[in-house]
């Protein structure tokens, strides 16, 4: 059977099978194919994941909607155990670790020396999360010369590596995971814009071709890497051991990261109903459950005194509690039970104290103490937006 694989990098990959005529009645049936297997006319070979139907017509061609394509090789499933490494690169994770690999300088005459270094290094970072699963922030060098031109470009990747096999699944997680954890430590919304498998004594690349996601550039960074240099490792294994209860959370945080749109109510209930997830999740205990929004708020409050950006911003429990009930029922605002609830620009600059609240909910659920939460708040970005609320 023949067809069409295009790859549109920020949208939906398609591939249009030409068939004989069917009447419409086998891609019916088949509306939803896990694999398929193709070879183009120079003999590389694709395998494309999760393949759904968008349109049928003519009789002879059908469309699938496909998430994921493997290129140069054939591989039964997503779960197949296959390769012995995953690379992931992001062109900002750079911004927040690096290990210096060009310098230019002016010799005595004042002619510009551009020195680079392209040997093998030690990883940037090396942490085994769980047993038998490491990631591994790796400085990359790149050079290109021509006869008019050259080119040297610095980058940090990172690499998924597994006791045994790595299936495509496997590194996918790995990397969603670790895209929730930089785009916290950057303070902006972080995505690959390139993914690789490798085999072990294999030089080719594997490359997985999927939608692409804005990444958003930021130099001043939440998580500051050469302050905290030493506790990146017990960080990133923290953050792997409650990704799982904790990415409904981060996930509506690094949402509201990026959302550059006019603000509205929902901007607020993003941050406020992830409040009410965190603590529910982490700090209610069998002995001790809190159910009302506002003693959760408290506690929380209570929890982080120390954290002086947190301070700063004096948030009243009963003024977030009653915004919460009010945008999430849409109770009319002449209704006694939500007087004190924000509105308008108020209600922008209450979201943003609720965000450092809840940052300081993930830091500390990172294990970040209070002193070093203080490091990550009391600079650039956070220190920017309290700069900027009116109140303060």
Not at 335 to 356: H, N, P, R, S, Y
Request: with cysteine.
């Amino acid at each position: 059977m023949q067809g069409t694989l295009t790859y549109y990098g920020n949208e939906s990959t398609e591939l249009s099978l030409f068939h004989k005529p069917s009447h419409g009645v086998i891609s019916r049936m088949n509306c939803k194919i896990p694999v398929i297997w193709g070879k183009d006319a120079e003999g590389n070979v694709f395998s494309a994941f999760d393949a759904v139907m968008i349109q049928d017509h003519n009789f002879t061609k059908t469309t699938f909607a496909v998430a994921f394509v493997l290129v140069g090789a054939h591989v039964s499933s997503l779960s197949e155990l296959t390769f012995d490494s995953c690379v992931a690169k992001y062109q900002y994770l750079i911004n927040w670790a690096q290990k210096q690999r060009m310098s230019i300088s002016l010799d005595e005459s004042g002619n510009t020396i551009v020195t680079y270094d392209v040997q093998s290094k030690d990883p940037i970072v090396e942490v085994e999360v769980e047993s038998g699963l490491r990631y591994i922030l790796w400085g990359e060098m790149n050079t290109h010369a021509t006869r008019t031109s050259f080119t040297a470009t610095q980058g940090t990747n990172l690499i998924v590596r597994k006791d045994g096999k790595l299936s495509i699944q496997n590194g996918l997680q790995s990397i969603l995971e670790f895209s929730q954890f930089i785009s916290i430590a950057l303070y902006r919304q972080q995505n690959p814009a390139e993914v690789f498998f490798k085999k072990d004594g294999d030089q080719r690349k594997y490359y997985l071709l999927f939608k692409t996601d804005n990444s958003y550039d930021n130099r001043f960074p939440l998580i500051k890497y050469d302050k905290l240099k030493n506790r990146i490792p017990d960080i990133l294994t923290t953050w792997h051991k409650n990704y799982h209860q904790m990415s409904p959370v981060s996930s509506y945080f690094v949402q509201s990261l990026s959302n550059e749109g006019l603000f509205d109510a929902p901007d607020f209930l993003i941050i406020a109903q992830a409040l009410d997830g965190y603590y529910k999740r982490f700090i209610n205990n069998e002995n001790e459950k809190t159910r009302q929004y506002k003693q959760q708020i408290d506690k929380l409050l209570k929890h982080f005194k120390g954290v002086e950006a947190l301070e700063k911003c004096n948030i009243d429990a009963e003024v977030v509690t009653q915004s919460r009930h009010k945008y999430s029922h849409l109770i009319p605002d002449d209704d006694e039970k939500v007087q004190k609830a924000a509105v308008g620009e108020d209600l922008l600059w209450l979201t943003q104290k609720c965000k450092i609240l809840l940052t300081c909910c993930i830091l500390d659920n990172m294990g970040l103490t209070i002193d070093e939460i203080n490091l990550c708040c009391n600079d650039a970005p956070i220190s920017f937006m309290l700069n900027a609320i009116p109140s303060i």
